[in-house]
């Protein structure tokens, strides 16, 4: 089954500074999808990615998908504390085209 | 309605009841999902609807989960016999058909806790 590797497992960042989260599949990526989860919310949809080399921004989140379609990256610039909360990487499971696999998440700290 | 809607939000179970968590997808959408978050980890697929049609229902844990969609947009996850390892967030999620090149929104959670 395929798994998903988030690291770091949890970040604290000061204001304005940039940061990067990684995603990393045990197996090819046929779809990757990138969610934010505030605590006792539900998950928002960010991003999603297909091919390789794939590139996405939306307002100050950029997300990557590599050419070999085993690992993405999130990008923040210029963080606030809005961007503060969980951050899950979710991968269609065996190209299933239902069933997502998610990584643990990454938890965000923004200090103002 | 706006977004994918839940109910209830949060629910206390004494062990050994049973509960019920209904899920309102986006109007128009054929797929629906069901995922089990535990604290800490992220979510876990239960099972997957395609209108009616329950497609796959290979992660439900056990024989006291069962799930329903009669009408192809209601769905319903009931729990038998509650246990503690049943505390979670129960998220449903809906799209209009599958996941591929479309977009998965996710409800708020039903947030279960077996006492």
């Known amino acids: 089954s395929q798994e998903l590797e988030q690291s770091p497992q949890s970040l604290i960042v000061q204001e304005g500074k940039n940061l990067t989260i990684n995603c990393t599949s045990s197996k090819t990526l046929y779809g990757l999808y990138w969610y934010k989860q505030k605590y006792g919310e539900g998950l928002i949809f960010l991003m999603m990615?297909?091919?390789?080399?794939e590139e996405k921004s939306h307002e100050k989140i950029t997300a990557k998908l590599d050419e070999k379609k085993q690992q993405s990256s999130l990008h923040i610039t210029a963080s606030q504390p809005s961007h503060a909360g969980i951050y899950l990487c979710?991968?269609?499971?065996?190209?299933?085209?239902?069933?997502?696999?998610f990584g643990k998440g990454t938890l965000l700290t923004v200090n103002p | 309605g706006a977004g994918v809607s839940q109910s209830p939000r949060y629910k206390v179970a004494k062990r050994g009841q049973d509960v019920a968590l209904r899920c309102d997808p986006i109007?128009?959408?054929?797929?629906l999902f069901w995922y089990q978050q535990a604290l800490g980890q992220g979510p876990e697929f239960l099972t997957y609807f395609q209108n009616e049609a329950q497609l796959d229902k290979s992660g439900l844990p056990s024989d006291r989960f069962f799930a329903e969609r009669p009408e192809g947009s209601v769905s319903t996850l009931k729990i038998q016999r509650t246990q503690q390892e049943d505390s979670a967030v129960y998220l449903c999620a809906s799209s209009l058909l599958g996941i591929s090149g479309n977009t998965i929104y996710f409800g708020e959670g039903s947030w279960l806790t077996v006492v």
């Open positions: 979710g991968a269609d499971s065996g190209g299933s085209n239902y069933k997502l696999t």
């Open positions: 990615l297909q091919k390789g080399g």
């Open positions: 109007s128009g959408h054929v797929s």
